[in-house]
């Protein structure tokens, strides 16, 4: 078997409404697919992570650089293609948009290999430790108006998620710390006691502001505070969890096994997100699993985009083992964004259904069963929603 193609796909819509969080707002939703084609006839499909123009530079780096690289090659041989195309680009992109294009890429070979073993991915990768896995939704997006306004919409927005079933809730702040506050009060206020909630404020503050706002998380039981400064701030880190009792997240804006043995050498982290359509790819994500896992640093991967994303995480998320094990062991969650989103609720041939399964099924989502990822996109949908390049 050979490949033959590699074709980019970057989906985009405009948004019912703008959203935001604390480095933007944003009115267009957008998603780049990476299909991979074989003389043999079976395709794959991966995801790069990145929006807007980012998705359309991605677009070049798959089809100009990494498609020159593999054009011939045995898709099966997929340790052998990452560790090609990474080494070819090694001095040009060690992070950054050209790992999140060899992303999608090696997703999409992972997915040819199920489909040519007639295997879902966790079976490829050593069966599943569960069949379901608890869902979190997140929303409560910034928006650009006054914040005792925001606030309100906050409170409701939260019990409405909490009461579509998800097991837990997530936010996002970044007007500021005292404000952040004020919303985050917001947010406890509409999901009550007891529920779990989060806050990412996607790297907002310094430390003495994380400082800040992490000690009224502790006086509110948030159960993490992700990104709280910025990713490059490996000091800031091991210091904020040294100092607070919220769990301190991130990792998403990390790429590779090698700054990931950074951050867990670190000690920075309680809880590791890394993003599978970012960091490398399938191939890469089971590398930095491995590592964190040595640090005993639980995982719950960052998940952002279309259903190919969520479904290749769903597959992860099943065949991560148990950290530490017992009788009722710590579990993963899938993050799920409750916002308008049709590349991940229209864009499959058959949908996941995500927020109905989490109604009926108490926060829970089954693993697809299908070869590969499990799942097949509409070509009619993509080409209805494809920006031209």
């Not at 980019?8 to 933007?24: F, K």
């Not at 040819?112 to 966790?122: D, M, R, S, T």
């Not at 509409?190 to 310094?206: K, L």
Request: aromatic share 8%.
């Amino acid at each position: 078997m050979k490949i033959t193609r590699i074709i980019s796909h970057v989906l985009q819509y405009e948004m019912p409404e703008q959203l935001g969080y604390s480095q933007q707002y944003y009115d267009r939703r957008t998603a780049h697919l990476v299909e991979v084609e074989t003389d043999e006839g079976i395709t794959g499909w991966g995801e790069c992570f990145g929006p807007g123009n980012i998705a359309l530079a991605n677009k070049g780096i798959v089809e100009k650089v990494i498609q020159p690289m593999v054009l011939g090659m045995d898709p099966m041989d997929r340790d052998v293609i990452w560790h090609k195309v990474y080494n070819l680009m090694r001095d040009h992109g060690q992070k950054g948009m050209p790992m999140q294009s060899l992303s999608g890429v090696d997703i999409a070979l992972w997915d040819i290999a199920g489909k040519v073993a007639g295997l879902p991915l966790h079976k490829m990768i050593g069966g599943a430790h569960r069949t379901s896995v608890p869902c979190y939704g997140y929303g409560m997006m910034l928006r650009d108006e006054p914040v005792d306004a925001l606030a309100a919409r906050f409170t409701d927005e939260a019990a409405a998620i909490r009461d579509m079933g998800f097991v837990a809730t997530k936010m996002k702040t970044g007007f500021g710390p005292k404000p952040d506050v004020a919303l985050c009060t917001a947010v406890r206020k509409g999901v009550g006691d007891g529920y779990p909630f989060m806050v990412d404020a996607n790297h907002a503050y310094t430390t003495s502001d994380a400082f800040y706002v992490g000690r009224a998380l502790d006086e509110l039981d948030a159960y993490w505070f992700e990104e709280p400064i910025a990713p490059e701030d490996h000091a800031g880190y091991a210091e904020l969890r040294r100092g607070l009792s919220v769990n301190i997240s991130g990792g998403e804006a990390e790429f590779g096994r090698w700054g990931w043995r950074a951050i867990l050498e670190n000690r920075g982290l309680d809880i590791a997100q890394p993003e599978v359509c970012a960091l490398g790819g399938i191939s890469e994500y089971l590398r930095v699993l491995a590592l964190c896992h040595a640090h005993f640093t639980p995982v719950v991967n960052h998940v952002w985009g279309s259903a190919i994303a969520v479904a290749a995480n769903l597959q992860l998320l099943a065949a991560m083992p148990p950290l530490p094990g017992g009788l009722h062991p710590w579990e993963p969650m899938l993050e799920f964004d409750t916002t308008d989103n049709k590349f991940r609720d229209d864009l499959l041939t058959q949908p996941l259904n995500i927020q109905a399964q989490v109604k009926a099924n108490a926060g829970r989502v089954t693993i697809p069963d299908g070869p590969g990822i499990g799942v097949e996109p509409d070509r009619d949908f993509i080409a209805h929603y494809a920006l031209a390049a």
